[in-house]
C-alpha cells in the first residue's frame, strides 16, 4: 500500500486542522492505521491509532479529547481531527498502516506516508 498525508499547515493556538492520509494500491480496510509525529530534535512519537474496522481506536495521552481519528474505508482514506491546537502539537505527521499490528511503536508499522507539516504559532 502507498500513503500520502495531507492536511497540514500552519494554525494559531486553538485551532484546528484536519488531516488526511489517502491510500492506493492495496484497500484500507486491510491495515491498522496509525498517525505518529515528530518534532525537530525528538524522537518519532505515537499521536492516534485505528483498528482496521475503526471500532477501536487509542490516543495518546497528551492529544485524548483534543483530537479524533476516523477512517473512511469506502473511500480508502483515514483522519485525523486536530482541534484545541497547542504550539507542543507542532511536529510533522504521519499516517503509518500495518496488515497485522496495532501498535503504538513506530517500528512495528511497515508503511509510512511522507508526512505532512503542522505548525501552530503562539
Known amino acids: 500500500v502507498q500513503l500520502q498525508a495531507s492536511g497540514g499547515g500552519l494554525v494559531q493556538t486553538g485551532g484546528s486542522l484536519r488531516l488526511s492520509c489517502a491510500a492506493s494500491?492495496?484497500?484500507?480496510?486491510?491495515?491498522?492505521m496509525g498517525w505518529f509525529r515528530q518534532a525537530p530534535g525528538k524522537e518519532r512519537e505515537f499521536v492516534a491509532r485505528?483498528?482496521?474496522?475503526?471500532?477501536?481506536?487509542h490516543y495518546a495521552e497528551s492529544v485524548e479529547d483534543r483530537f479524533t481519528i476516523s477512517r473512511d474505508n469506502a473511500d480508502n482514506k483515514m483522519y485525523l481531527q486536530m482541534n484545541s491546537l497547542k504550539p507542543d502539537d507542532t511536529a510533522v505527521y504521519y499516517c503509518?498502516?500495518?496488515?497485522?499490528?496495532?501498535?503504538?511503536?513506530?517500528?512495528?508499522?511497515?508503511?509510512w506516508g511522507q508526512g505532512t507539516q503542522v505548525t501552530v504559532s503562539s
Open positions: 503509518t498502516a500495518d496488515r497485522s499490528r496495532y501498535s503504538s511503536t513506530p517500528y512495528d508499522y511497515n508503511y
Open positions: 494500491n492495496d484497500p484500507l480496510s486491510n491495515y491498522h
Open positions: 485505528i483498528t482496521k474496522t475503526g471500532l477501536v481506536t
